[in-house]
Nanobody, 128 residues
Framework: QVQLVESGGGLVQPGGSLRLSCAAS????????TGWFRRAPGKEREGVSC????????YYVDSVKGRFTISKDNAKNTVYLQMNSLKPEDTAVYYC?????????????????????WGQGTQVTVSS
């Protein structure tokens, strides 16, 4: 059964940190482009970050550059999103997604429908 399961969300104060995890089962992330998206209340889903299947290329939306870091552990079949210096505007449900792309040296989050598999989401709330 193909599945992506996010974890690590929660309530954090502004300036704090969280690390989101996305564990894959039923397929191997090594051969997939993986991305993180978020949907804030009343807003459309937004692409936050992605990593190529070769792990050599990463992308970040401007609003999180320098604060978020995406990484992947192929041995654990898990992708991570380290989020530092969190702001209230980072509050959203965060989703991971994967797209089959063996050997890809690029990634994008331009079109969410391009991704094959999605997790159920994890809530991140940044508030004092």
């Amino acid at each position: 059964q193909v599945q992506l399961v996010e974890s690590g969300g929660g309530l954090v104060q502004p300036g704090g940190s969280l690390r989101l995890s996305c564990a894959a089962s039923g397929f191997t992330l090594r051969y997939y482009i993986t991305g993180w998206f978020r949907r804030a209340p009343g807003k459309e889903r937004e692409g936050v970050s992605c990593i190529s299947s070769t792990d050599g290329y990463t992308y970040y939306v401007d609003s999180v550059k320098g604060r978020f870091t995406i990484s992947k552990d192929n041995a654990k079949n898990t992708v991570y999103l380290q989020m530092n210096s969190l702001k209230p505007e980072d509050t959203a449900v965060y989703y991971c997604a994967a797209r089959a792309a063996w050997g890809a040296t690029w990634c994008h989050t331009n079109t969410s429908s391009w991704y094959d598999y999605w997790g159920q989401g994890t809530q991140v709330t940044v508030s004092s």
